[in-house]
């Protein structure tokens, strides 16, 4: 798992971080979410070390990855795959140059090996039809397949999504949803998710950081937000009527579950009629 302790960071006289502590769980789906400006970004810009904290502990399964050396944080990172929020394939190259592209660059196994390995990781994606196409060739939601393919590659520890359902249309959003915590729960992958997206939240938010000018506001699980009385998080996530009702609805069919209604009186959350 990834632990945060105290983090906090300022750009100048802006303080975009204020002493943020969280833990991103092993082998679940985490989510960062808040508005613009409310420091998500920067947050996982620190966990991945592209900027550092002022002060603060970034621990990788108890290892302070903000204290390391420049070897040590690189052998943190090659346990790391990223998909960025506009997939960034090299449109000079094939699908499956782009997803050999980090073998190349990290592995020292064969050529044989190599292209084995991409032909799984297309597969896994449903892309195998696709490896000799170039990005301009394919749509957005395949392009964000190919990012993913190349993401866990070389069989990351960590998964780091930014924006993964940006641009693309609410049903290729869900496909992408579902292969991402596939491939969670099946590597035991610590997946962080920067998102906007309220169906990934609904959906897929095993573990739900909410960020709110610098500061951690909530945190918790899909099933707790349903249930959650902070009220900036209720006016960020049900911001709409539609919303709001589609709320109530998800808490009374939640509430027919007995143990989790059983949990939900004991925390004194239970739903008004």
């Known amino acids: 798992m990834i632990e945060l302790v105290n983090i906090r960071k300022s750009f100048g006289e802006k303080v975009v971080l204020q002493d943020v502590s969280a833990t991103m769980q092993a082998g679940k789906t985490n989510l960062i979410i808040g508005s613009s400006g409310s420091g998500k970004t920067v947050l996982m810009k620190c966990m991945v070390g592209l900027v550092k904290p002022d002060s603060g502990k970034i621990l990788y399964n108890g290892k302070d990855f903000t204290a390391m050396n420049d070897k040590d944080k690189k052998d943190i990172?090659?346990?790391?795959?990223?998909?960025?929020?506009?997939?960034?394939?090299?449109?000079?190259?094939?699908?499956?140059?782009?997803?050999?592209?980090?073998?190349?660059m990290f592995s020292v196994g064969s050529y044989k090996e190599k292209r084995k390995r991409v032909a799984e990781c297309l597969d896994r994606v449903n892309l195998s039809d696709a490896a000799k196409k170039f990005p301009a060739e394919i749509s957005g939601g395949m392009k964000k397949r190919v990012g993913i393919a190349r993401a866990i590659v070389l069989n990351p520890k960590y998964l780091f999504c930014d924006e993964p359902n940006s641009g693309l249309d609410p049903q290729t959003s869900l496909v992408i949803d579902k292969l991402i915590s596939e491939l969670?729960?099946?590597?035991?992958?610590?997946?962080?998710?920067?998102?906007?997206?309220?169906?990934?939240?609904?959906?897929?938010?095993?573990?739900?950081?909410?960020?709110?000018?610098?500061?951690?506001?909530?945190?918790?699980?899909?099933?707790?937000?349903?249930?959650?009385?902070?009220?900036?998080?209720?006016?960020?996530?049900?911001?709409?009527?539609?919303?709001?009702d589609?709320?109530?609805?998800?808490?009374?069919?939640?509430?027919?579950?007995?143990?989790?209604?059983?949990?939900?009186?004991?925390?004194?959350?239970?739903?008004?009629?």
Request: hydrophobic fraction near 35%.
């Open 77 to 104: 990172r090659q346990e790391i795959g990223m998909l960025f929020q506009g997939s960034a394939l090299f449109d000079s190259m094939t699908v499956e140059e782009n997803v050999l592209f980090p073998l190349d």
């Open 184 to 244: 969670t729960k099946e590597y035991n992958i610590t997946t962080v998710i920067n998102t906007h997206d309220m169906n990934t939240v609904m959906e897929s938010g095993d573990h739900i950081v909410y960020m709110y000018q610098g500061l951690k506001q909530w945190e918790g699980s899909n099933k707790e937000i349903i249930f959650a009385k902070d009220e900036k998080l209720n006016d960020f996530i049900f911001a709409s009527d539609f919303l709001r």
């Open 246 to 273: 589609a709320k109530e609805m998800r808490q009374m069919e939640m509430f027919q579950d007995r143990d989790w209604r059983n949990k939900m009186k004991k925390d004194g959350n239970e739903p008004k009629s």
